[in-house]
């Protein structure tokens, strides 16, 4: 009877390479090109349903109005449509608004049920806050 030859330590050393490398690019991705999110409220429905997963692109080209972002604000993230971008003007508490180079004004798109610019001390979105785009 053949004696079977015991596998190295190297073999069992690469057994580990792929599942690792494999981990590793899926985090870069995750860090660098898309965020998987969750919606916990109904602010964007019917678009968006509360508790949906959504995912997001962090490489993005120029946003403009009717796009869906994931932003920062307050120090949580928020998604909401952009109304205007820089440079364009609407209405907020039956005023007319421009808003700044540079900025959003958002939007969620169930209105009654939803924290956006309307109500905001500062109602503008910068860009550089600006996360990632709903796909």
Known sequence: ??????PTDRRKQR???IPVLCAAVTLLILKTVLLVGYVPSSSMEPTLHKNSIILGLRLHG?????????FRHDGELLVKRI????????ERNGE?????????YVLGDNAADSYDSRYWEEPFVEEEDVVAVVL
Do not use: R
């Open 62 to 70: 120029e946003l403009k109005t009717g796009d869906i972002i994931i």
């Open 1 to 6: 009877m053949k004696e079977m030859k015991k």
């Open 15 to 17: 057994g580990w390479v």
């Open 83 to 90: 109304a205007a971008s820089g440079g364009e003007e609407i």
């Open 96 to 104: 007319m608004i421009t808003v700044p180079d540079g900025c959003f």
